[in-house]
């Protein structure tokens, strides 16, 4: 088991260097560099943008200023932000507590509506709410994220029901502590809704195919001749050894945890990652970048090493050797 | 689904309604005694209380300016940190700031300023000389790279600094330099006894950015009329009444009279604009093409669209006049169009054949004006109305190229002595729909000529990267942002200079008018006197129209919406949208 999960984080460290030489050689191959702006204002000094240029390397090859980023990097220092002259760690550990939260909210909202739907659903097929479900999600698969975020944000500016975007309001400050969770919560709702409803739907039509199968097997009918109620026989018998194949999705959400609501973040002016991440990408800001995508890379493969551990421990069939 | 809706719902109504008339915490502000050298405002006198909104599109990207590069960041920067003098944007004069008074050397480079006795910072403790001295330090200092180290001095030699007392000090420059008063005014004066630690140890350009705003924001000690109460990176700032400024009222009340100003930070200028229609911000910058839409919520969320009148923005069109050759020995403009490009008749026959007003009607709506000089009427102080211009007339264009040796074909296609069909290329940034749309218009009038224009439209990045290193285009369509003093304006003036597009970065000047210019621009950097420099700066613009490098096309108006509870507003032609932020207040309803 332990050499199982060492062997898989060692192949992290190829893959990181694959895709940061990637991402910054293609960053390099990009137009203009982070310092365009600045040139094209017309009162700043041509040595003082020399000057800049020198600080930032940006004045040496590519490969060179890759290579003495990785070098840092070894030395576990990942540089800091141009922009904002603060290391890029401090930077994301600023932005990414918002995104996180957002993250498990939508993940919790669509474990939560997923799991009873798809089992309720299985339990009758053909009946009314497995049609209804089923048209459901086809029409929630159909939507794309960004436009369900553009569609809720106009449902807040016409009611007034919900908060425009953001993750508090202009007087959170001056809120006791018990109403600023309320605050939050509150701009909460909606971009959990836009994140959460397209999940729901992939994950309950994953989980009702299994329902059915499992519902066919042989301990299944055991159980019920033993006299078990229905509902423990859903719940207990069939639900858990259904759930298998989406505990190893829970790898790609444990990646998506920072990376996944990008497009979301930027229609609902939510201040997470995706803005800074965004922004660097436009501005960029090559330490950020970098930064992100090796975050991003990490948690990919940590969350996959998760999900295949969850996996063993939930089905005795699966056991990993040397 | 069915049952967890509903009760999804009824939460957030139920956290909207508590949210709604949850208790505040106290916000009563503090009153220590007025300082000596108090200055005294001269408005009427109004009411403390309020908070004014607004929103910004992006981020700053520090609140140290000795890091600071764009306006965002510079914006917050100057509402917490004051400098020796002001410049007034309504009336663009120098007045006393921190400096109570200044006095001129006869040999106009001495410059003594007289600091305001009892001046504190937002943190309590005494401001003096000393602070003054230490900011020069810190900018000078080559460990930390600064735009200010550059503009504080001439021809690389640095301003001398010397503290006289606690409340007196000596800027002494080392030639007689124009701008001094201006540029010194946009020096924020730095707290010594706060950053000095970070000046020791070579960190001064890590301290204050955005992270220490986040945790401490107090620790952003000034003299401005607000300091920072809160950042929420990508959310909002706060800023709360400093209660140590500098200035009262008539009435012995102390400015400012808002108690906080809130910045919601947005992702662009489309959400910026959209939260002021909707009544959710105070003031906001509005584009001529919004002008009409917005106007037509005026009454329903009380506020008034203000025009700014022409804003300091120059839209042109130049060719490429760069005679080089690339590394591999092949010229940036091929050498038949170099040759109309370098003549003036080519483009003084392009100008006359633009329809400035159609421009303005069609792409700017009517709210612009046409332009024919390097400085907007925006710039009151320096502009030089008395440019050549030229007026819409084909006929007279057509005559400059016939006296330029082109001629049409019988396709009605404009064509030179060699009989190479004119045909150019112009490139544009895309990102700037405006521009786009003028592009496309000018492209139409130069068909009117006989002459082809192809459009490309380009990357910003990939333009700037054709117009400073690799010079590889025939033509481009581009604004700069003008104002202020002659003298930011040398690095598109002088041929030495970056931004000098047509042939940036000469080593001798390529033709007399361009020597003439360069020598103007050194002329006018060498005295104090107005109207000496004046008549210099109007004979370059005078020039650049004659030879017209730069084609200068129009000028959009500016406009701002203001919510009109707010009194004593002086709204600014150029720079930020209220000039006087510390004396607006708001009549309001006690409880």
């Known amino acids: ?322 | 689904m069915p049952r967890s809706f509903p009760s999804l719902l009824f939460m957030s109504f139920f956290a909207g309604m508590v949210v709604s008339c949850a208790p505040k915490n106290s916000t009563a502000r503090q009153n220590p005694p007025l300082p000596e050298g108090i200055d005294t405002a001269r408005v009427e006198p109004g009411h403390r209380g309020g908070v004014f909104i607004d929103s910004t599109p992006g981020e700053p990207s520090t609140f140290n300016p000795l890091v600071s590069e764009d306006a965002t960041s510079g914006g917050f920067i100057s509402l917490f940190l004051d400098s020796l003098v002001r410049n007034n944007a309504v009336t663009q004069e120098v007045e006393p700031g921190l400096a109570l008074r200044w006095d001129i050397a006869p040999d106009h480079k001495t410059f003594t300023f007289h600091l305001r006795p009892g001046v504190r910072w937002s943190d309590g403790h005494p401001f003096s000389a000393d602070d003054v001295v230490f900011t020069f330090q810190a900018i000078y200092d080559p460990r930390f790279p600064n735009r200010s180290a550059f503009d504080l001095s001439v021809d690389g030699k640095k301003f001398q600094v010397e503290k006289i007392d606690d409340l007196t000090v000596r800027l002494t420059s080392p030639e007689i330099f124009a701008p001094f008063l201006e540029y010194v005014g946009g020096v924020g004066i730095l707290p010594k006894h706060e950053l000095e630690p970070a000046f020791r140890d070579g960190t001064l350009l890590k301290a204050w950015n955005v992270s220490v705003a986040q945790k401490e924001p107090r620790r952003l000690v000034g003299t401005g009329a607000f300091r920072l109460r809160s950042y929420q990176p990508a959310e909002r700032i706060v800023f709360e009444a400093n209660p140590h400024y500098w200035r009262a009222d008539a009435k012995g009340v102390r400015l400012p009279y808002v108690d906080f100003l809130v910045t919601k930070l947005v992702k662009d200028a489309n959400a910026s604009t959209l939260a002021f229609a909707t009544g959710q911000t105070d003031a906001e910058g509005l584009s001529p093409d919004n002008v009409a839409w917005i106007d037509r919520y005026s009454s329903r969320y009380g506020f008034t669209v203000h025009n700014r009148g022409p804003s300091p923005n120059t839209g042109f069109v130049w060719f490429n006049q760069n005679p080089g050759k690339d590394a591999s020995g092949k010229p940036f403009v091929a050498p038949h169009k170099l040759v109309w490009f370098t003549d003036r008749r080519f483009r003084q026959a392009v100008s006359h054949g633009i329809d400035r007003e159609g421009l303005v009607r069609g792409v700017l709506f009517g709210r612009g004006q046409p332009l024919w000089g390097p400085e907007t009427p925006a710039n009151k102080k320096w502009y030089n109305p008395n440019v050549t211009r030229y007026p819409y007339d084909p006929a007279r264009a057509r005559a400059l190229l016939k006296e330029a040796g082109f001629q049409w074909g019988s396709d009605q296609k404009l064509r030179d002595r060699a009989g190479n069909l004119v045909e150019f290329t112009l490139n544009t940034n895309q990102e700037n729909q405006l521009r786009g749309n003028m592009a496309t218009a000018f492209k139409e009038n130069m068909r009117d000529l006989g002459i082809t224009v192809n459009l490309s439209f380009l990357d910003f990045g990939t333009f700037v990267g054709k117009i400073q290193d690799s010079y590889d285009y025939e033509a481009g369509m581009l604004g700069l942002t003008g104002g202020g003093d002659p003298a930011g304006g040398i690095s598109v003036f002088s041929s030495k200079g970056r931004l000098h597009q047509w042939y940036p970065n000469q080593k001798t000047p390529a033709t007399p008018w361009e020597a003439r210019i360069d020598e103007l621009m050194s002329l006018q950097l060498r005295t104090l006197d107005y109207s000496t420099r004046r008549k210099y700066f109007d004979e370059v613009q005078k020039i650049m129209s004659d030879e017209t490098p730069y084609i200068y096309l129009v000028t959009a108006n500016a406009y701002v919406g203001l919510k009109d509870r707010w009194k004593n507003i002086k709204i600014p032609p150029l720079g930020s949208l209220v000039w006087n932020l510390d004396e607006l207040w708001t009549p309001m309803l006690t409880p």
């Open chain 1, 1 to 322: 088991m332990t050499t199982f999960i060492f062997r898989r984080l060692a192949a992290l460290i190829p893959m990181l260097l694959a895709v940061t030489l990637l991402v910054f050689a293609l960053m390099s191959l990009a137009p203009g560099d982070f310092l365009t702006p600045v040139k094209a204002q017309r009162d700043i000094n041509p040595t003082l943008i020399a000057e800049l240029q020198k600080s930032f390397g940006l004045d040496r090859p590519w490969y060179e200023q890759y290579l003495r980023w990785l070098g840092n990097v070894l030395r576990l220092d990942f540089g800091y932000s141009w922009t904002y002259k603060v290391p890029v760690g401090q930077l994301i550990a600023q932005r990414a507590p918002a995104t996180i939260l957002l993250s498990l909210t939508s993940l919790l909202l669509a474990w939560a509506l997923a799991i009873p739907l798809a089992v309720l659903a299985a339990a009758r097929p053909g009946g009314w709410i497995d049609r209804l479900t089923s048209g459901a999600a086809y029409f929630a698969l159909a939507i794309p994220e960004f436009f369900l975020a553009l569609l809720a944000v106009w449902m807040a500016a016409r009611t007034g029901w919900f908060p425009i975007g953001g993750l508090t309001s202009l007087d959170h400050d001056f809120l006791s502590p018990p109403y600023q969770i309320l605050d939050i919560a509150h701009h909460l709702i909606l971009p959990t809704l836009v994140l959460g409803l397209g999940g729901v739907a992939g994950m309950l039509r994953v989980l009702r195919a299994n329902v059915l199968d499992v519902l066919r097997a042989e301990y299944v009918t055991a159980a019920r001749a033993k006299g078990l109620t229905e509902r423990v026989v859903l719940f207990r018998h069939v639900l858990r050894n259904a759930l298998n194949p989406l505990l190893s999705t829970i790898g790609y959400a444990f990646a998506g945890l920072l990376s996944g609501s990008l497009l979301v973040e930027n229609v609902m002016n939510y201040p997470g990652l995706g803005r800074l991440v965004y922004e660097a990408f436009i501005r960029e800001d090559q330490f950020v970048v970098l930064g992100s995508v090796v975050v991003g890379c990490t948690l990919l493969i940590v969350g996959n090493l998760i999900s295949d551990l969850a996996l063993a421990w939930s089905d005795p069939r699966v056991r990993y050797g040397r």
